[in-house]
C-alpha cells in the first residue's frame, strides 16, 4: 500500500488534488488518484532547488576539471582513487543536506520483480550493443580505441579496480546527483516530463564526449523515467550498475571489438 493510501486511512481530513480533484489526506504527498504531486512549493524553495540543482552540476564540472587537470594522486588505479573520491563527495554534501529526501528516494516501498528481471536481461544487451558500436566508430574515425584497463595497469587486480571505479562507484553516486537530488530538486519548478530532460540533458553533457552523446542521452532518459514512475533511484542503480560491469568484462575478455 502507498504512502498515500496509508495516509487517508489514518487520518480523517482531506484535501482535493489539484489535478485530478480527488481527495487525499493532507499528509499526502502524491495524489492516490492519478499520481501526481500535491506539494504546494513556495517561490523560495523553488529558488533554493535552482541553487541547489546548479550548485552540484557546477561543483561536479569543476571537480572533474581539476582531476583532470591536476591528476591527484598520479595516473593510474591512485588517480582512479582519489578522483572518484572527490565527485564522491561532492555529491554526498549534497545529499546528506535533506536526509529526510534522500530516504525518500533511496529505496522503493516495494520492489518491482519485473523489473529487476528487464534490467539483469535487457541491460547487458544493451551495453554490448554500446560497447561494439563505440570501439568500432573509435576505429574508424580516431583509428583508436582507449582501453580503461591502462589506468589500472599498476594494480595487483585491474579487474577488481575497474569493477570498482567503472561499475560500482558511478551507478551508485552518479544516480544520487543526477536522478536523486537534481532531478528531485528540479521537481520544485520543473514538471515531471521537464526535470526527466533536465537530469538527462545535464547527466549527458557532464561525459564531456560527443560520441558518448549518441547513447548517454536516451539511456538517461530512460533512467530518468523509471525514477519518476517508481519514485526511486533503486532501479536505475541496478541498471546502471549492470550496464558498466557488462562494459567492463566485455573489455576485459575481448568481446567489445567483435565489429
Same mark, same amino acid.
Given at each position: 500500500?502507498?504512502?498515500?493510501?496509508?495516509?487517508?486511512?489514518?487520518?480523517?481530513?482531506?484535501?482535493?488534488?489539484?489535478?485530478?480533484?480527488?481527495?487525499?489526506?493532507?499528509?499526502?504527498?502524491?495524489?492516490?488518484?492519478?499520481?501526481?504531486?500535491?506539494?504546494?512549493?513556495?517561490?523560495?524553495?523553488?529558488?533554493?532547488?535552482?541553487?541547489?540543482?546548479?550548485?552540484?552540476?557546477?561543483?561536479?564540472?569543476?571537480?572533474?576539471?581539476?582531476?583532470?587537470?591536476?591528476?591527484?594522486?598520479?595516473?593510474?588505479?591512485?588517480?582512479?582513487?582519489?578522483?572518484?573520491?572527490?565527485?564522491?563527495?561532492?555529491?554526498?554534501?549534497?545529499?546528506?543536506?535533506?536526509?529526510?529526501?534522500?530516504?525518500?528516494?533511496?529505496?522503493?516501498?516495494?520492489?518491482?520483480?519485473?523489473?529487476?528481471?528487464?534490467?539483469?536481461?535487457?541491460?547487458?544487451?544493451?551495453?554490448?550493443? /554500446?560497447?561494439?558500436? /563505440?570501439? *568500432?566508430?573509435?576505429?574508424?574515425?580516431?583509428?583508436?580505441?582507449?582501453?580503461?584497463?591502462? *589506468?589500472?595497469?599498476?594494480?595487483?587486480?585491474?579487474?577488481?579496480?575497474?569493477?570498482?571505479?567503472?561499475?560500482?562507484?558511478?551507478?551508485?553516486?552518479?544516480?544520487?546527483?543526477?536522478?536523486?537530488?537534481?532531478?528531485?530538486?528540479?521537481?520544485?519548478?520543473?514538471?515531471?516530463?521537464?526535470?526527466?530532460?533536465?537530469?538527462?540533458?545535464?547527466?549527458?553533457?557532464?561525459?564531456?564526449?560527443?560520441?558518448?552523446?549518441? *547513447?548517454?542521452?536516451?539511456?538517461?532518459? /530512460?533512467?530518468?523515467?523509471?525514477?519518476?514512475?517508481?519514485?526511486?533511484?533503486?532501479?536505475?542503480?541496478?541498471?546502471?550498475?549492470?550496464?558498466?560491469?557488462?562494459?567492463?568484462?566485455?573489455?576485459?575478455?575481448?568481446?567489445?571489438?567483435?565489429?
Amino acid at each position: 500500500m502507498d504512502e498515500g493510501n496509508r495516509s487517508i486511512e489514518g487520518s480523517k481530513e482531506l484535501k482535493k488534488c489539484s489535478h485530478c480533484g480527488a481527495d487525499n489526506s493532507v499528509e499526502a504527498r502524491y495524489c492516490v488518484s492519478c499520481g501526481k504531486s500535491m506539494l504546494v512549493l513556495s517561490e523560495e524553495f523553488g529558488q533554493k532547488s535552482v541553487y541547489t540543482v546548479l550548485g552540484l552540476y557546477f561543483l561536479l564540472l569543476l571537480g572533474i576539471i581539476f582531476i583532470f587537470l591536476f591528476e591527484p594522486g598520479g595516473y593510474g588505479w591512485k588517480g582512479e582513487l582519489y578522483g572518484s573520491l572527490i565527485l564522491a563527495g561532492i555529491t554526498l554534501v549534497f545529499v546528506f543536506s535533506d536526509l529526510t529526501d534522500f530516504k525518500r528516494y533511496l529505496f522503493p516501498d516495494r520492489l518491482n520483480g519485473l523489473i529487476l528481471v528487464a534490467s539483469v536481461l535487457l541491460t547487458p544487451l544493451f551495453s554490448f550493443l /554500446v560497447s561494439n558500436v /563505440v570501439s *568500432w566508430m573509435n576505429w574508424t574515425f580516431f583509428n583508436e580505441n582507449p582501453s580503461m584497463f591502462d *589506468w589500472y595497469s599498476d594494480a595487483a587486480n585491474p579487474l577488481m579496480y575497474a569493477i570498482i571505479f567503472t561499475a560500482v562507484f558511478p551507478a551508485f553516486f552518479e544516480e544520487l546527483a543526477f536522478r536523486g537530488v537534481i532531478f528531485s530538486r528540479g521537481r520544485a519548478v520543473f514538471s515531471l516530463k521537464q526535470s526527466i530532460l533536465v537530469s538527462a540533458i545535464l547527466f549527458t553533457f557532464l561525459h564531456l564526449s560527443l560520441l558518448s552523446f549518441l *547513447w548517454i542521452f536516451p539511456f538517461a532518459l /530512460v533512467l530518468g523515467w523509471l525514477r519518476a514512475k517508481y519514485r526511486t533511484t533503486f532501479y536505475g542503480m541496478i541498471i546502471h550498475f549492470i550496464h558498466n560491469l557488462t562494459a567492463v568484462m566485455l573489455e576485459y575478455y575481448g568481446y567489445d571489438n567483435l565489429l
